[in-house]
């Protein structure tokens, strides 16, 4: 608690706008949480987290005409920001990862929303504030007339189309052309013939393991001609009409090879395509968020801004560091037999015991609650 309470008295908080129209929330170090507060100006919130001390700070993604009411319908909501959480929760085999690999696998998913974002549904850098969690994620803020009043099912769309909820073959047999032709249908018409370019015997043999060589012949006798190389070279061509369109010999298949293969291509197709949010948080138009550079409790690290075009290269580990904590030691007792993290561009192997580390490590270490401070 004394290194936050040096952290609040020498640095500021990155104040969101509007901020006498946002609930704030906190919890202490020793209590639970506490909101409905209200403040009119970055002086008067930095002197009461300096009072308070908290473990970990919120604000609303909503905007009030009475944010310190506590009841939601005396708040009056006048609208509220479209907010993504990406985070290890939602990853699978996050319990089996490094917290280094569950930053690279968090940082994946959050490109391909931001892509999403821009692409698919036409916002602006402009529109978008990225921010990394201070734990094992990122924070995306949508700001725009376009969705401030969106309620929560209209967000939970937005949501389902982020995660590509409810994309089945059965489905999409049922649409025309030209749904092909932007979004997400359109990225899939792409993966399709890429998937195909690239499809060995080892991925046959995955889907089809009792009759692969039966999918070989196949492919060698319908796909293999003229229609394949106009399957693989019109980028403009609908590759899945192609691709489920029943041809006479293969109507009384005693396998539907087509249906089969493109199931699994679906899946692989999402499985490389989708972001993995967490949906409540889009679709919660009360929701509170973390504050900009204020500390996350569970690790010591900022909430920091992160500009767009820099997210591929940045690294939290380095860059979410308190510049106060690099210079300074601390005597810390692991509790673990082990502990290995790579932090300011240093890896460290620590032992159980009695260990002297930089102050950042010391934090950390306390904060994910593998070691003691001496």
């Known amino acids: ?9 020498k640095n500021h908080l990155g104040i969101p706008d509007m901020l006498f129209q946002r609930e704030i929330g906190f919890i202490p170090f020793n209590g639970t949480m506490i909101r409905h507060k209200k403040f009119d100006s970055q002086n008067e919130i930095e002197n009461f987290v300096r009072r308070a001390i908290p473990r970990h700070l919120y604000y609303s993604s909503s905007y009030y005409r009475f944010p310190d009411q506590h009841k939601m319908l005396e708040k009056e909501w006048l609208g509220a920001e479209l907010i993504f959480d990406l985070d290890a929760d939602h990853i699978e085999g996050a319990d089996k990862m490094t917290y280094m690999e569950i930053l690279a696998e968090v940082k994946k998913h959050t490109l391909r929303l931001l892509e999403m974002l821009m692409d698919d549904f036409g916002f602006e850098e402009k529109n978008i504030r990225l921010y990394f969690s201070g734990g094992r994620g990122y924070h995306v803020h949508v700001e725009s007339d376009r969705i401030y009043t969106m309620d929560s099912d209209s967000r939970r769309e937005i949501g389902d189309y982020i995660k590509i909820e409810g994309l089945n073959v059965e489905d999409l047999k049922l649409l025309d052309d030209s749904y092909f032709e932007y979004g997400i249908l359109k990225k899939f018409n792409i993966y399709i013939s890429n998937f195909y370019r690239n499809l060995d015997e080892n991925y046959i043999k995955k889907v089809f393991p009792k009759s692969w060589w039966n999918y070989l012949e196949y492919l060698e006798k319908y796909y293999n001609g003229e229609k394949i190389r106009d399957f693989l070279s019109n980028e403009k061509g ?5 691709l489920i369109k029943q041809n006479k010999s293969n109507e ?20 490389n395509a989708l972001a993995e949010i967490d949906e409540p948080v889009t679709t919660d138009i009360h929701r509170l968020i973390r504050f900009p550079y204020s500390l996350h409790g ?4 900022m909430v920091k801004p992160v500009a767009i075009d820099k997210l591929k290269t940045f690294n939290p580990l380095d860059e979410a560091i308190p510049d106060m904590f690099l210079k300074r030691d601390a005597k810390i007792n692991l509790k673990i037999d082990k502990f290995s993290i790579e932090m300011n561009g240093q890896n460290y192997n620590i032992a159980r015991g009695e260990n002297s580390v930089p102050l950042y490590l010391a934090i950390f270490a306390s904060a994910i609650d593998v070691a003691d401070f001496i």
Request: no cysteine.
């Open 1 to 9: 608690m004394q290194y936050f309470r040096e952290y609040y008295y």
């Open 238 to 242: 609908n590759k899945f009409k192609l």
């Open 252 to 271: 009384n298949a005693s396998i539907d090879y087509d249906r089969i293969m493109l199931g699994k291509i679906l899946e692989d197709f999402k499985g």
């Open 298 to 301: 569970k690790t010591g690290l």
